[in-house]
């Protein structure tokens, strides 16, 4: 049943781990209300994402639409899904899968986005935490999308912490710069959790265990068997989060900015995206009110809330206990 006062949210992305982590915390948490699922490529092929999407849903116990979204960049050449940091199959490679019955929505991930800001005008947030083509798309069959949605969060970029695909670029950007331009200029109350934060907070396997310890449930034994491969790829590149043995939760920051942006310090600036070059995918911010002669960074460009700082003990307190909540 879902919850009247709670935000609705559309949860477009990339399952993928922290994006496995980051559904499991909006479904515990009574505040949010998943009204949708729409899947991206990246951290796996878009077919990989609908099938985790279904079945991360399912072993909740969960009955939420999934849709299919785009399986390509906008303009730039595709990649190949990074199999070393989430597994093949998005979940860390998981040994079975419990046969599932759920199948998708038939609507294009984009379409479905519309169609939904056009049933509940200003009442959905759209939280994105893949590359941003599905959020493009939508956009260019709708131009009043911006209106349309209350609000849009995304788990992508970075200002002042080192990128984590090229010393200036964060993944879920560079896997898709043009769409991520076009967001960023489109004119929605925009909210970007990027890596200044998301580096900040190191989530241990321990917490994870003892989540799938306390519910005993399938849905939570596979997020830990996801996060252990997750882990380790972290543990394997940052010394200081092998030391805890964790790993970088991301994507569900992107929730946390929801639920409690009290824990968050945010700039305002505008934003846009390298194209291409060596910087590609770069996340760049015109941070004070100071004249540029080159194009593209006028009044015309709104402004994005970035976040740049958080309160990670109380953010780590606050993931644990949803995830330790009787949302089973
Ligand atoms: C982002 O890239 C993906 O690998 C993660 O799921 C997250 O959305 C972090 O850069
Ligand atoms: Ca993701």
């Given at each position: 049943m879902s919850n009247t006062t709670a935000r609705k949210v559309i949860y477009d992305t990339d399952p993928g781990v922290d994006d496995a982590m980051a559904l499991y915390y909006a479904l515990a948490h009574p505040g949010i209300d998943v009204v949708g699922i729409t899947t991206t490529f990246g951290n796996v092929t878009v077919e990989q994402a609908a099938i985790n999407g279904l079945y991360l849903t399912e072993i909740a116990g969960k009955n939420i639409p999934v849709t299919q979204g785009v399986?390509?960049?906008?303009?730039?050449?595709?990649?190949?899904?990074?199999?070393?940091?989430?597994?093949?199959?998005?979940?860390?490679?998981?040994?079975?899968?419990?046969?599932?019955?759920?199948?998708?929505?038939?609507?294009?991930?984009?379409?479905?986005?519309?169609?939904?800001?056009?049933?509940?005008?200003?009442?959905?947030?759209?939280?994105?935490?893949?590359?941003?083509?599905?959020?493009?798309?939508a956009l260019k069959l709708e131009p009043k999308l911006p209106q349309l949605l209350q609000e849009v969060i995304i788990m992508g970029g970075t200002i002042d912490e080192p990128g984590n695909v090229s010393p200036v670029s964060e993944a879920n950007i560079w896997n898709d710069p043009h769409s991520a331009d076009f967001v960023f200029t489109a004119g929605w109350k925009l909210t970007m959790v990027g890596l200044d934060v998301t580096h900040q907070l190191i989530l241990p396997l321990a917490l994870f265990k003892k989540v799938a310890d306390h519910h005993k449930h399938v849905a939570t034994d596979v997020l830990h068997h996801a996060v252990a491969f997750y882990a380790d790829f972290y543990s394997g590149v940052y010394p200081h989060v092998a030391k805890i043995h964790g790993c970088f939760g991301h994507d569900v920051l992107a929730f946390v900015a929801l639920t409690n942006p009290e824990m968050f310090e945010v700039q305002s600036g505008r934003i846009r995206v390298a194209l291409d070059g060596a910087?590609?995918?770069?996340?760049?911010?015109?941070?004070?009110?100071?004249?540029?002669?080159?194009?593209?960074?006028?009044?015309?460009?709104?402004?994005?809330?970035?976040?740049?700082?958080?309160?990670?003990?109380?953010?780590?307190?606050?993931?644990?206990?949803?995830l330790m909540s009787n949302w089973l």
């Amino acid at each position: 049943m879902s919850n009247t006062t709670a935000r609705k949210v559309i949860y477009d992305t990339d399952p993928g781990v922290d994006d496995a982590m980051a559904l499991y915390y909006a479904l515990a948490h009574p505040g949010i209300d998943v009204v949708g699922i729409t899947t991206t490529f990246g951290n796996v092929t878009v077919e990989q994402a609908a099938i985790n999407g279904l079945y991360l849903t399912e072993i909740a116990g969960k009955n939420i639409p999934v849709t299919q979204g785009v399986k390509t960049p906008w303009l730039k050449a595709p990649g190949t899904p990074p199999d070393f940091i989430h597994g093949g199959d998005g979940l860390g490679n998981l040994p079975s899968r419990v046969p599932t019955k759920s199948v998708l929505d038939p609507r294009p991930s984009a379409q479905f986005i519309v169609d939904m800001a056009r049933a509940h005008p200003g009442e959905i947030t759209l939280v994105a935490v893949g590359p941003l083509g599905n959020l493009a798309t939508a956009l260019k069959l709708e131009p009043k999308l911006p209106q349309l949605l209350q609000e849009v969060i995304i788990m992508g970029g970075t200002i002042d912490e080192p990128g984590n695909v090229s010393p200036v670029s964060e993944a879920n950007i560079w896997n898709d710069p043009h769409s991520a331009d076009f967001v960023f200029t489109a004119g929605w109350k925009l909210t970007m959790v990027g890596l200044d934060v998301t580096h900040q907070l190191i989530l241990p396997l321990a917490l994870f265990k003892k989540v799938a310890d306390h519910h005993k449930h399938v849905a939570t034994d596979v997020l830990h068997h996801a996060v252990a491969f997750y882990a380790d790829f972290y543990s394997g590149v940052y010394p200081h989060v092998a030391k805890i043995h964790g790993c970088f939760g991301h994507d569900v920051l992107a929730f946390v900015a929801l639920t409690n942006p009290e824990m968050f310090e945010v700039q305002s600036g505008r934003i846009r995206v390298a194209l291409d070059g060596a910087g590609n995918g770069q996340t760049m911010m015109r941070r004070r009110n100071i004249f540029y002669p080159q194009p593209g960074w006028g009044d015309e460009v709104p402004d994005t809330h970035v976040c740049m700082n958080l309160q990670v003990d109380a953010a780590r307190e606050l993931i644990e206990s949803t995830l330790m909540s009787n949302w089973l």
